[in-house]
């Protein structure tokens, strides 16, 4: 009998890491306390049930501000440096949340701000110095499966060409391709190709190489496959899993140019689920657009200002832009945004904007960096034309061109056009026909697995855009 497989240690490994931070931030938050009552002599000095709760409030807060500026992204690449800019940034603004939001409502709740600011302290220090030795040492390679791809033509090869680096492969290790009859052509290295008689061997050869996943990647598979090995592997603990489900898992895209008619219609996901038939995304998108107009408007007005000085009062056109777009169903709507080009920049007719267009304005630049040019557009969630997640709406112009190329491309208007969206998470600014399959990718996958707990995530991910100037 095969020992227990290794498949999903991964997961295991990332809750043991969320459980290690937590606790270290507990501990920070409980020295601190020890220090303040020791050293700052209180009048009434802190009691231990008190300070452990302060403690698990400080932990629960900053991990919360932590996942909003990128911290808990499997896939974020930064040095020591970049680390520590991230953990001095979540701490302040968990002394925000902390001192403006949360002891102001829960006033009983409310600590010192010395003690916050030893907390703070204690907890810049534990967190990058543990953060630096998981990620600078082989303790990930711990968790890791060990995969073997069956297929080494065209669909396996999406497998490579999405999975170059090593922060790609964070959770597995690749051992090889195996070529399956009915593959085309191989473009797989030959070092990484493992021919063996799959047939007759291959629960075998995944037993003695400590195989933890099986992932069917053959380019034709109608009576190609050993079914009877891979009913043996996967009632022996070996994960069997298609190359979309894979993919998918692993990169949170679904690659639309391996999707077939079946896997769509009886697979999970891309159901509509009672949240979505009523009226409860509507009203919660409301609450939030003006809250966010309470909070944003002092912005709001120096935007407009500013992009008024700059051209607006030379050339009297608006601050405001508006531009029709593919919404809910296909159905057209205007957006509202700043306007961020000068007021000539479509004279000869509608085109893709680019990192550098020359027809962005320089207050225009600042305010697409850091997404306030897309204020206005609460406006369109107030009218119910958008949410505050989903896909961004694309022109029409541009939609019936990609729509003929990209398929399924259609399917991203099933759903409701958002101010901020996965896509916008995942991947960097682009503005091409190829950008725009890409982000499709990613599309879909929210549609598939849309929720209010994805929505929720989403939108504090967005924070770390917003902050950083990533995406669009």
Same mark, same amino acid.
């Given at each position: 009998?095969?020992?227990?497989?290794?498949?999903?240690?991964?997961?295991?490994?990332?809750? *043991?890491?969320?459980?290690?931070?937590?606790?270290?931030?507990?501990?920070?938050?409980?020295?601190?306390?020890?220090?303040?009552?020791?050293?700052?002599?209180?009048?009434?000095?802190?009691?231990?049930?008190?300070? *452990?709760?302060?403690?698990?409030?400080?932990?629960?807060?900053?991990?919360?501000?932590?996942?909003?500026?990128? *911290?808990?992204?499997?896939?974020?690449?930064?040095?020591?440096?970049?680390?520590?800019?991230?953990?001095?940034?979540?701490?302040?603004?968990?002394?925000?949340?902390?001192?403006?939001?949360?002891?102001?409502?829960?006033?009983?709740? =409310?600590?010192?701000?010395?003690?916050?600011?030893?907390?703070?302290?204690?907890?810049?220090?534990?967190?990058?110095?543990?953060?630096?030795?998981?990620?600078?040492?082989?303790?990930?390679?711990?968790?890791?499966?060990?995969?073997?791809?069956?297929?080494?033509?065209?669909?396996?090869?999406?497998?490579?060409?999405?999975?170059?680096?090593?922060?790609?492969?964070?959770?597995?290790?690749?051992?090889?391709?195996?070529?399956?009859?009915?593959?085309?052509?191989?473009?797989?290295?030959?070092?990484?190709?493992?021919?063996?008689?799959?047939?007759?061997?291959?629960?075998?050869?995944?037993?003695?190489?400590?195989?933890?996943?099986?992932?069917?990647?053959?380019?034709?598979?109608?009576?190609?496959?050993?079914?009877? =090995?891979?009913?043996?592997?996967?009632?022996?603990?070996?994960?069997?899993?298609?190359?979309?489900?894979?993919?998918?898992?692993?990169?949170?895209?679904?690659?639309?140019?391996?999707?077939?008619?079946?896997?769509?219609?009886?697979?999970?996901?891309?159901?509509?689920?009672?949240?979505?038939?009523?009226?409860?995304?509507?009203?919660?998108?409301?609450?939030?657009?003006?809250?966010?107009?309470?909070?944003?408007?002092?912005?709001?007005?120096?935007?407009?200002?500013?992009?008024?000085?700059?051209?607006?009062?030379?050339?009297?056109?608006?601050?405001?832009?508006?531009?029709?777009?593919?919404?809910?169903?296909?159905?057209?709507?205007?957006?509202?945004?700043?306007?961020?080009?000068?007021?000539?920049?479509?004279?000869?007719?509608?085109?893709?904007?680019?990192?550098?267009?020359?027809?962005?304005?320089?207050?225009?630049?600042?305010?697409?960096?850091?997404?306030?040019?897309?204020?206005?557009?609460?406006?369109?969630?107030?009218?119910?034309?958008?949410?505050?997640?989903?896909?961004?709406?694309?022109?029409?112009?541009?939609?019936?061109?990609?729509?003929?190329?990209?398929?399924?491309?259609?399917?991203? =208007?099933?759903?409701?056009?958002?101010?901020?969206?996965?896509?916008?998470?995942?991947?960097?600014?682009?503005?091409?026909?190829?950008?725009?399959?890409?982000?499709?990718?990613?599309?879909?996958?929210?549609?598939?697995?849309?929720?209010?707990?994805?929505?929720?995530?989403?939108?504090?991910?967005?924070?770390?855009?917003?902050?950083?100037?990533?995406?669009?």
């Amino acid at each position: 009998m095969r020992k227990a497989s290794r498949y999903g240690q991964n997961t295991i490994a990332d809750k *043991l890491f969320l459980i290690a931070e937590l606790s270290l931030l507990i501990l920070a938050s409980l020295l601190a306390s020890y220090i303040f009552n020791l050293y700052f002599k209180p009048i009434e000095p802190v009691s231990f049930d008190n300070r *452990l709760i302060n403690a698990i409030l400080f932990a629960a807060s900053v991990m919360l501000c932590a996942l909003s500026v990128g *911290l808990y992204d499997q896939k974020l690449r930064e040095g020591q440096k970049g680390i520590l800019k991230r953990v001095v940034i979540t701490l302040v603004f968990n002394a925000i949340l902390l001192e403006l939001v949360v002891f102001q409502l829960f006033s009983f709740l =409310h600590i010192s701000f010395s003690y916050l600011l030893i907390s703070s302290i204690f907890s810049a220090i534990l967190l990058s110095s543990f953060r630096a030795i998981f990620h600078y040492t082989d303790i990930t390679l711990t968790r890791r499966r060990r995969i073997l791809v069956l297929g080494s033509g065209e669909r396996a090869s999406i497998i490579e060409r999405r999975m170059r680096r090593n922060v790609d492969k964070r959770n597995f290790d690749i051992v090889g391709f195996t070529p399956i009859e009915g593959d085309k052509q191989s473009v797989i290295d030959e070092s990484k190709l493992k021919p063996f008689n799959y047939e007759t061997d291959l629960y075998q050869y995944a037993i003695e190489n400590n195989i933890d996943q099986l992932v069917i990647a053959c380019d034709e598979r109608r009576n190609m496959l050993p079914v009877e =090995h891979l009913f043996k592997c996967k009632t022996r603990g070996i994960d069997v899993i298609e190359i979309l489900d894979f993919i998918e898992q692993e990169t949170g895209q679904i690659a639309v140019n391996l999707i077939y008619p079946s896997w769509v219609i009886y697979g999970n996901g891309f159901d509509l689920n009672q949240r979505f038939k009523t009226s409860l995304d509507y009203k919660l998108n409301l609450i939030l657009a003006l809250l966010l107009l309470l909070v944003t408007w002092p912005i709001i007005l120096i935007t407009m200002l500013l992009i008024y000085l700059e051209d607006g009062r030379k050339t009297g056109a608006s601050v405001f832009y508006k531009q029709l777009r593919v919404g809910y169903d296909g159905k057209p709507f205007y957006i509202l945004k700043f306007r961020s080009m000068k007021p000539d920049a479509e004279k000869n007719g509608a085109r893709w904007a680019s990192a550098d267009d020359d027809r962005v304005t320089k207050v225009g630049r600042f305010i697409r960096k850091y997404r306030i040019d897309e204020l206005p557009q609460l406006l369109n969630v107030l009218y119910g034309e958008m949410g505050f997640v989903g896909p961004r709406p694309e022109r029409p112009e541009f939609v019936d061109e990609l729509a003929k190329d990209i398929p399924y491309y259609n399917q991203r =208007h099933n759903v409701k056009p958002g101010l901020t969206g996965w896509a916008q998470l995942k991947y960097p600014y682009g503005a091409t026909a190829e950008d725009a399959q890409e982000k499709l990718k990613f599309d879909l996958y929210y549609i598939k697995h849309r929720s209010l707990l994805l929505d929720l995530m989403i939108l504090i991910r967005t924070v770390e855009i917003v902050l950083f100037g990533k995406g669009r």
